[in-house]
């Protein structure tokens, strides 16, 4: 198939970007969405000039390293990972529009690379569980409910891409936030650090410079891995009990 | 902005029960509006128990719109890029319906107040009983038609503050909770829209004379 | 060392032994080294600095125990977040000794099947001690909040992987390895948190500083600023993960590269068993030219899909479902009765690649070969219902049909083998120190636990249990003869490893040719994979020799790398990682040469039985091929490390 590329350039964190028409021809459907990148790199490397910049790693949906904006949709028009977007979700002849994740917490490094370390600085302020290597009981001495600890799991499948951050028309991170915070509350050994991380990860998240949640949703469609939008309410509830003691 | 939201939510239910009186007959509308003014007396003076509603009303319209002002602002700073392409979403509507919908919101709430509480805009012809002022203004049907525009806004706003409200209070803990905060936006909503717009159709139909 | 050339490719030099392991029983030694490593005066830990380079399983726990332990850490990793490295793909789970079933299970179990998994190519000492840990492993994940699978009575789950015969796997559904990283992740980020870890992403590292025979610290490509950093430290701890890329097409991520460890190789490290790679038989075939990486699924497929191709060769090309069951060959069943489709995945890859080599493989053609074969599970459908199917399978359906854009409910999927997994890596005492003292290596970067296979479910175990338990106890023996004399920046050895470093970089730029990085490292994907893949001969391991050689010389005089040094420049990154891969692939081809014998992930065609089975020569080949770097343009020098067994018989294995 035949697509008209427009790719957001922009030579490095502190350049001017614009967005610059390519032409590729010859694209399989069955080939991903980044081996079309990969194929138009090719062609515009024997043609002299820089291959286009973007983030990729795995390539099966699961690092999180990858993750553009395809035509006003972060990932694209499929609910996934833009690694497992595949042409066949286009027409020949289309026009794609790809531009990288618009957050000021997230600069643009160079073309489609964005900087988000932001989400670390996050995971930083509190979400972990405070336990040395060799400090750990039994693993059978406290049972979880199978429930805590289904929802628990769904909350940790989370793979800290951005695309929640991408797609919120608040420029927020409370999705991302709300999974971490969700993973460790529903467990028992998440419940003695539950009100302080709580407290400070909203506030890295806050300093950060993320937007403020409006409970619109727009990031649970984005999010490749479904998280649900209770997430964030649990985050609100749990940061409610930890400020206010009830 | 959840908590003055709840508050408005409370206002707007015990507002629309007085609108409805006006179903019982203009003397029950104007005694109601007189027990406005008496309530609690004499222990309380004279519209005092109105000026503690009022009072707390300005406070969560402060707070609200503070509120809002804030999540706005941090919203900008939060992208000064935008993007070329963006799409016309469910959640870019919400975006409109909260902040310009809540903006119109505030215009109607002024003109409203300018309309029936400082009386300098009428509809139809002056009248010193409450009831009479109801009655002639929603006998036009423009008069009706201004009203049911803003319950169709106050509607839009209300669906998603109430779901919003709930998920900041963190009541949003699991898909079947999701669900049931949806259907309580929706029925709170609609009881709130329709319990205002039956009187003004009453009066245009001449159901209430 | 002989100054004969062996085959006109390498020299024999001295044998080499562990000389860490104590002189005690088997069972009693992990304490013994435990008791017998010097301690370090936790006053003296925050004077004394530790490099760790990759941040999965191995380098995250290590990252993480050594920060809580007080050491001064850097960690590094190319990814822009710890986060992302490619532990976290795993799907399957983790195994531990915990006997939580009842089931018979015990450390000396898990030891055994890891051994004999192995093809008793693994030192012993080392795998007893890989099971003996590993219980704690799973004790140290919970208490981190990863949310293994739990039953209704809120206990963790088990199930049996890989064909064992017990249940000792841990699991998160099918997403065990981003969880486990995750937690370790957690923990190194709340260590940076804590200031004890200075975390540097999007860091490469080109080159290992030695400075009096001892690893000192290494240079540093910031991948965002393009600016070449030295960092020196007191010792450094590879854990940079495997080299399937060699091949290009592989289930690893596409950063994975060989580069850490083989710049470590080429400033003394010895490279063992580079040729034993595991090939997984249940990926998803390549759909053309354009395919840049493969993707696995769950082995648990053959559980219940059957896997056949036509019986003729003009059938391959016709819808499978109007391909009548009389001319469908259930080759695995038919070969293997007692196993059939349950067959080990070095047996299942084979007779994939057997089918398809003659020509009676299915889906695309590439390059003229169809390189696929069916798994079917309309006879799972029939006899279990499409519901029980989806329940079992449906994440790993939908994976396909997301993919490919075939509903595998309605048509049988197409797999092919792929690389999954090197056991190979950097050569390691039974203190995971190489060759170059003060130069750890864990997790996949290291030979030290899986011999010539690896069994399912182990690749996590062993990163965690040589991050969290091994290293930080046995470095600390090597740390208390420190803190070693304040280097300065500016020493002559720091310096050229420094100027190395530059003049590289400098080089690909320069070199200004026609062939982009890319289409040299699928070329030589391809030659790894036809002649250095799932069956090796000695034509075909001299050809490709041959052929990388020549290759190697036109990337150096052909290359076209785009852009500056400054700034990101993938290409250049992608360079880089090529030119080591070039060298790497050579080794490999020689260590599969010199070994003339089938064992484990390693096929030898001229070593077979009469049934085509792999067949070991324990006579001759029971030692770890440990290689040391000729120079350039000189041959690389085979050490010996003779694999002698206490505690376990060696078994020639049969899956008849």
């Known amino acids: ?246 | 902005m959840a908590a003055s939201g709840l508050f408005f939510i409370a206002f707007l239910l015990l507002h629309m029960y007085g609108n409805l009186m006006i179903l019982s007959g203009r003397e029950a509308f104007d005694e109601y509006a007189h027990h406005l003014r008496t309530f609690g007396g004499p222990m309380i003076p004279e519209k005092g128990a109105l000026w503690v509603m009022r009072i707390g009303l300005i406070v969560a319209l402060v707070a609200h719109v503070a509120s809002a002002v804030v999540l706005w602002r941090r919203a900008g700073g939060a992208r000064s890029t935008r993007y070329q392409v963006t799409r016309a979403t469910y959640g870019n509507f919400y975006v409109r319906a909260m902040r310009w919908g809540g903006l119109a919101l505030l215009a109607f709430v002024i003109f409203h107040l300018m309309h029936f509480t400082w009386q300098t805009v009428t509809i139809g012809e002056a009248h010193a009983s409450p009831a009479a002022r109801v009655i002639d203004s929603f006998s036009h049907w423009w008069g009706v038609g201004i009203y049911a525009l803003a319950m169709i806004f106050l509607g839009l706003h209300l669906l998603h503050g109430i779901w919003g409200a709930a998920m900041t209070l963190g009541l949003n803990t699991s898909l079947d909770r999701a669900e049931t905060i949806r259907l309580t936006s929706i029925v709170v909503t609609t009881l709130i829209v329709v319990g205002f717009l039956v009187p003004p159709f009453a009066i245009l139909f001449g159901l209430v004379k | ?656």
Not at chain 3, 197 to 206: A, I
Not at chain 3, 339 to 366: H, T, W, Y
């Open chain 3, 1 to 656: 060392m002989t100054e004969t050339l062996i085959d006109g490719l390498y020299r024999e030099g001295e044998p080499i032994a562990d000389t860490k392991a104590p002189d005690v029983p088997v069972p009693e030694m992990w304490t013994k080294r435990k008791f017998d490593a010097a301690l370090v005066n936790p006053a003296n830990r925050r004077k004394l600095d530790v490099i760790v380079v990759g941040t999965g399983l191995a380098g995250a726990s290590a990252g993480a125990t050594l920060g809580e332990a007080g050491y001064n850490v850097k960690s590094f990793c190319y990814q822009d977040s710890p986060r992302r490295a490619h532990s976290i793909a795993a799907q399957g789970g983790i195994n531990a000794a915990k006997n939580y079933k009842d089931d018979g299970d015990s450390v000396y179990r898990l030891f055994y099947d890891t051994e004999k998994g192995g093809d008793y190519r693994s030192r012993e000492t080392n795998t007893y001690r890989l099971a003996e840990v590993s219980a704690g492993i799973i004790d140290q994940c919970v208490a981190q909040g990863v949310p293994f699978a739990r039953e209704y009575g809120g206990l963790l789950d088990n199930r049996s992987f890989g064909g064992v015969q017990v249940s000792r796997t841990f699991y998160a559904r099918g997403q065990t390895g981003q969880q486990l990283l995750i937690g370790a992740y957690q923990a190194l980020e709340r260590q940076v948190a804590a200031g004890t870890v200075q975390m540097f992403s999007r860091h490469e590292m080109l080159e290992l500083v030695v400075v009096d025979g001892r690893a000192r610290g290494i240079i540093a490509r910031d991948l965002v600023s393009g600016e070449i950093e030295t960092h020196l430290a007191d010792a450094v701890v590879l854990a940079s993960g495997g080299y399937g890329n060699v091949f290009f097409l592989s289930t690893n991520a596409m950063g994975s590269n060989v580069t850490a460890a083989w710049r470590a190789h080429r400033k003394g490290a010895y490279f063992a068993n580079p040729c034993y790679t595991q090939i997984h038989p249940t990926c998803i075939p390549q759909s053309g030219e354009h395919q840049s990486k493969l993707t696995l699924m769950s082995e648990s497929l053959r559980n219940d899909g059957r896997i056949w191709v036509p019986k003729k060769a003009e059938d391959c090309d016709k819808d499978p479902r109007q391909i009548p069951q009389e001319d469908r060959d259930y080759y695995l069943e038919r070969i293997y009765p007692a196993f059939g489709n349950l067959v080990p995945r070095d047996i299942a890859s084979r007779q994939a690649k057997n089918m398809c080599d003659e020509g009676r493989g299915v889906g695309p053609e590439v390059d003229g070969v169809r390189r696929g074969v069916y798994l079917d599970f309309a006879s799972a459908i029939e006899r279990m219902g499409e519901d029980a199917v989806r329940a079992k399978y449906g994440n790993l359906f939908e994976m396909y049909e997301q993919i490919t854009g075939e509903n595998p409910y309605q048509v049988p999927m197409r797999i092919y083998p792929a690389v999954h997994y090197t056991m190979g890596g950097l050569w390691v005492d039974y203190d995971l120190e190489s060759t170059i003292p003060g130069l750890f290596v864990a997790g996949e970067a290291n030979f030290s636990d899986h011999g010539a296979n690896r069994l399912g479910a182990s690749a996590l175990m062993q990163g965690l249990a040589d991050g969290y338990f091994v290293l930080p106890n046995t470095i600390r023996d090597y740390l208390a003869k420190g803190p070693f004399d304040k280097l300065a920046e500016d020493h002559p050895d720091v310096q050229d490893a420094r100027r190395a470093v530059a003049e590289r970089v400098e080089k690909f730029l320069s070199i200004n040719g026609t062939r982009s990085v890319d289409s040299y490292h699928k070329e030589l994907g391809k030659i790894m994979w036809e002649k250095c893949g799932m069956e090796r001969t000695d034509a075909g391991l001299r050809e490709a020799i041959e052929e990388i050689r020549a290759l190697r010389q036109d990337f150096w005089s052909n290359l076209r790398v785009l852009g500056t040094a400054e700034g990101l420049n993938q290409s250049l990154e992608k360079a880089g990682r090529v030119a080591d891969f070039l060298e790497l692939g050579e080794l490999m081809c020689i260590d599969a040469l010199h070994r003339r014998e089938s064992c484990g992930g390693h096929f030898r065609a001229e070593s077979q039985t009469e049934d085509g089975e792999a067949l070991r020569h324990d006579d001759e080949f029971a030692y770890v091929a440990a290689w040391e770097w000729g120079g350039d343009g000189g041959t690389p020098v085979l050490h010996k490390e003779d694999l002698t067994f206490t505690a376990i018989e060696l078994k020639q294995r049969s899956y008849k």
């Open chain 1, 1 to 246: 198939m035949k697509l008209a590329l427009s790719i957001w350039r922009q030579d490095g964190p502190r350049a001017k970007g614009r967005m610059v028409r390519y032409d590729i021809d010859g694209v399989s459907e069955d080939s991903s969405f980044l081996e079309m990148l990969d194929m138009l790199n090719e062609q515009l490397i024997s043609e002299g000039e820089e291959p286009v910049a973007f983030d990729s790693d795995c390539r099966e949906g699961i690092c999180g390293m990858c993750g553009v904006v395809v035509n006003g949709s972060a990932h694209g028009p499929e609910r996934t990972t833009t690694c497992q977007l595949h042409m066949r979700s286009f027409k020949d002849g289309d026009e794609i529009v790809i531009e990288p994740w618009r957050a000021d917490p997230f600069p643009v490094i160079k073309d489609l690379v964005v900087d988000r370390s932001a989400f670390d600085r996050i995971i930083q302020a509190g979400g972990y569980i405070s336990v040395n290597t060799g400090a750990a009981p039994d693993a059978h001495s406290v049972p979880v409910p199978k429930e805590n600890a289904d929802r628990a799991f769904m909350a940790a499948e989370c793979i800290g891409c951005g695309a929640c951050v991408a797609a919120c028309p608040n420029g927020s991170a409370s999705l991302f936030m709300g999974a971490k915070i969700t993973h460790l509350g529903e467990l028992p050994q998440g419940q003695p650090e539950r009100d302080s991380r709580v407290l400070a990860m909203t506030e890295q998240h806050d300093h950060e410079g993320f937007g403020g949640c409006t409970n619109l949703g727009e990031c649970t469609r984005a999010c490749p891995k479904g998280i649900p939008l209770n997430v964030i309410s649990q985050m609100n509830g749990d940061f409610r009990r930890a400020g206010y003691g009830y």
